[in-house]
């Protein structure tokens, strides 16, 4: 929590990264420069296979610099991507990786830094905000472990509204509200502090803004630098403080069910939220000050349907069975959160959530 007029500022630590970011515009040009400050001459670029035209613009910046190129990352980082990535990047003898893309080619990049010790550059293209945390996954079969180690935290990252403007309006909504959801759980995280909810809070503005408005024009470059922006500092902040029910769920339908990522936090951030709001007042209270709303669950509820998400949880093929299955997976294990996470609690969200459905409180 940060203090308000009149509280206490409170007692608290906090870590915060170095790393270099180069943002703006046009900032792909810098690429070169952010890696040989890095002190990487050799690297391995990685993407997914969409992203070939921004690959060809990051190899022209880097020149002889690239080593080589692995263009097949793959959601949730597979442990056989992570095999092929490695032997493509002892092949080419890279010291180093510049991971262009979203979550998934930044997570690759993250398992190479875990596996090979190789520094990670990042250019994110989404607003899933991996490029600023030290957290890492890696699927093997049904199994995705994952962990926190700063080896994996990129060095460095380049922030190009540019590379944003081919995020469909579809993506660039629940890729925002994913960035959003960072916000709002650091808010509330067990170990949250002033300088954590200094950033949520302007990442939660900043988000709620200008999402709308790139929705409405994805090639508005000035709404899709504000979005950026806000996802970075969301990012900080989830990078500073522990997850809770809402990012557990996500990863337990996620892996369970191989749901979309940010269309899974898109649909129930408002009903976490919801449900966590008896045991928040103040982090609450942030929430709905930054979209200008009455309450976190009508500021959330009427973003997402403003921002045209209108699927549920049923939509996604999840019928009572599976809820069923999400629930008790997602109470098998402890993790902090505000209010004290119950199976019948969880249920009643993912219902809610899969119905479309207000939450019960
Ligand atoms: P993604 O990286 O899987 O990208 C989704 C799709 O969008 C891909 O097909 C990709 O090629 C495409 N795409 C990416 N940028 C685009 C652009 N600018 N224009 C058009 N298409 C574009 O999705 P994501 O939501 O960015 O990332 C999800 C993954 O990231 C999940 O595996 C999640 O667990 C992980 N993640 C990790 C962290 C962390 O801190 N470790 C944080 C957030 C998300």
């Given at each position: 929590m940060a203090p308000r007029d009149g509280e206490a500022v409170g007692t608290f630590t906090y870590r915060f990264r170095p790393v270099h970011v180069a943002f703006g515009?046009?900032?792909?040009?810098q690429l070169g420069a952010v890696v040989a400050s890095a002190g990487m001459r050799r690297v391995l670029l990685v993407s997914t296979p969409g992203r070939r035209g921004d690959v060809a613009a990051a190899k022209s910046v880097l020149g002889a610099a690239v080593a080589g190129v692995f263009d097949d990352a793959a959601p949730h980082v597979p442990a056989a991507t992570v095999a092929m990535a490695l032997v493509e990047a002892r092949r080419a003898g890279a010291d180093g990786t510049v991971a262009l893309g979203g979550g998934s080619a930044i997570g690759l990049g993250k398992a190479l830094a875990l596996r090979a010790d190789l520094p990670l550059v990042a250019v994110p293209?989404?607003?899933?905000?991996?490029?600023?945390?030290a957290i890492w996954g890696i699927t093997d079969g049904e199994k995705k472990e994952t962990g926190r180690d700063d080896?994996?935290?990129?060095r460095a990252a380049v922030y190009d509204a540019g590379l944003t403007l081919t995020m469909p309006a579809a993506l660039s909504a629940t890729s925002g509200m994913n960035a959003m959801a960072h916000a709002v759980e650091a808010l509330y995280?067990?170990?949250?502090?002033p300088m954590a909810t200094l950033f949520a809070r302007e990442a939660l503005r900043l988000l709620a803004a200008s999402l709308p408005e790139v929705t409405r024009d994805p090639s508005d470059v000035g709404a899709r630098e504000r979005a950026l922006w806000g996802a970075h500092l969301a990012a900080r902040a989830l990078d500073m403080t522990s997850m809770g029910l809402h990012h557990k769920l996500c990863h337990v339908l996620g892996g369970a069910f191989a749901l979309p990522h940010a269309l899974t936090h898109a649909i129930l951030l408002p009903y976490v939220t919801a449900y966590n709001a008896p045991a928040t007042e103040g982090a609450m209270a942030d929430v709905a000050a930054a979209l200008g709303a009455a309450s976190a669950w009508t500021g959330l509820a009427a973003l997402r349907q403003r921002l045209g998400v209108t699927a549920t949880l049923r939509d996604l093929g999840l019928g009572p069975a599976e809820l069923d299955r999400a629930a008790d997976e997602a109470v098998a294990r402890a993790y902090p959160n505000p209010r004290p996470v119950t199976r019948e609690g969880v249920r009643a969200i993912l219902e809610a959530a899969a119905s479309g459905t207000a939450p019960r409180s």
């Open positions: 515009a046009g900032s792909l040009a293209t989404t607003y899933a905000g991996s490029e600023m945390t080896r994996v935290a990129p995280a067990p170990d949250a502090q």
